[in-house]
């Protein structure tokens, strides 16, 4: 199946708030007209297309070549030149306005638009607002898409393309797989409040690794919690990959230091090293993580090589001021956002990547082992919007 419709289902609810809220700006004012063969819908104009290059995220998930740890830059996987978009197509009477579908009539499709004025676009910004994208964000979105387009006459659908666009634009910058590199064992340390999903992605990026045919090993850094380490084990034993643990309550740096050495000994690609995320006391946080950082760094002193925030969908704006913490508390080189499924807040990760700009490796969209997959932004700005794009 292909991850688009995947991603549009689960998204569902995104997108059937953002859809229905347009529905309803446009007919709010809007004008039915007829769509005959003759008279096809107007093409939006588009703003100068600049081809910019997206990551090729195959249906499958692949990772990246290896890259050299230094420099600095991020390696980016293969890179494709963007598809040039059609024009829009003519909408019909069977699209999903509501007196469209009322008035369709056999042999005369209808469509209603309504002119782009500034009543519209405050109506449009609070819908987006409400889709969790954040106020400053919300705002760049309908101007950007509003330029050169007042006065215009604009169906749902016109909208939602403009829209996707916009977003497109936003996203396309930040989606990028997390980078691998020579070095070994790569290192890679995931932190995010309890709940977000670490464990779950934990075994997820393990299971898609070794699928890769990468050697990888785990280490439950979270050791005040037995529950969590029972569920790391879980997870290892699903994607078949060894899990080290240490007895409940014992330093997370120390067992670091083991799993580094471990890790070394067994030849491992990748060491995915779990913390725990207990906010409720920063200092002492801060203090974990970055004892483990020490600790590591004493067998190799460019660990670790990434360090993943996990954040969860649901919890719409909160994820803001979480990055902000976790920048603090750690050198955050990605994010991993979960439980984009089943949420009506993905609007989220727009207003993620427009404040921070921080790579996005990986989406979340369900409980399975194979539920996690690279981030595409045109995916993601279609399914968020619910654009019909593909059959
Ligand atoms: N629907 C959905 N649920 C998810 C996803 N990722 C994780 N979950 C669920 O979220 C819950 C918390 O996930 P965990 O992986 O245990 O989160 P954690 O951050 O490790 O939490 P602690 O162990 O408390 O630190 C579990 O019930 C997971 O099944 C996702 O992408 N979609």
Known sequence: MAFFSKLKDRLFKSSSKLE?????????????????????????????????????????PELPE?????????????????????????ETGT????????????????????????????????????ADMGVDTALRVTANMAEGRIGRKLSTQEIKELLAQEITRIMEPVARPMPLYPKRPQVVLVV????????????????????????VVIAAGDTFRAAAVEQLQV????????????????????????????????????LLIDTAGRL????????????????????DDTAPHNT???????TG???????????????????????LDGTAKGGILVSLADRFGLPIHAIGVGEQIDDLAPFDPQDFAAALTGLDTQA
């Open 20 to 60: 229905q809220g347009l529905d309803a700006i446009v007919e709010d004012g809007g004008v039915e007209e007829a769509v005959t063969a003759a008279q096809p819908a107007p093409v939006i104009p588009q703003p100068d297309p600049e081809p910019q290059p997206v990551p090729e995220l195959p249906d499958t």
């Open 66 to 90: 290896p890259q050299p740890v230094d420099p600095t830059p991020a390696p980016m996987p293969p890179e494709a030149p963007q598809p040039v978009d059609p024009a829009p197509p003519a």
């Open 95 to 130: 699209g999903r306005g509501l007196l469209g579908r009322l008035f369709a009539r056999p042999g005369g499709a209808t469509v209603v638009r309504r002119t782009l004025d500034d009543d519209m676009l405050e109506q449009l910004e609070e819908l987006l607002i409400a």
């Open 192 to 215: 995010g409040v309890n709940g977000s999903g670490k464990t779950t992605t934990i075994g997820k990026l393990a299971s898609q690794f070794k699928a890769a045919g990468k050697k």
């Open 235 to 270: 997870w290892g034993d699903r994607a078949g990959v060894p899990v080290l643990t240490a007895p409940e309550g014992s330093d997370p740096a120390s067992l670091a230091f083991d799993a580094m050495t471990r890790a070394g000994a067994d030849g491992a690609d990748l």
């Open 280 to 299: 409720q006391n920063r200092a002492d946080l801060m203090e974990e993580l970055a004892k483990i950082v020490r600790v590591i760094r004493k067998k």
């Open 308 to 314: 993943l925030l996990v954040l969860d969908a649901t």
């Open 317 to 339: 704006q909160n994820a803001i001021s979480q990055v902000e913490t976790f920048q603090k508390l750690a050198d955050v080189s990605g994010l991993v956002m979960t439980k």
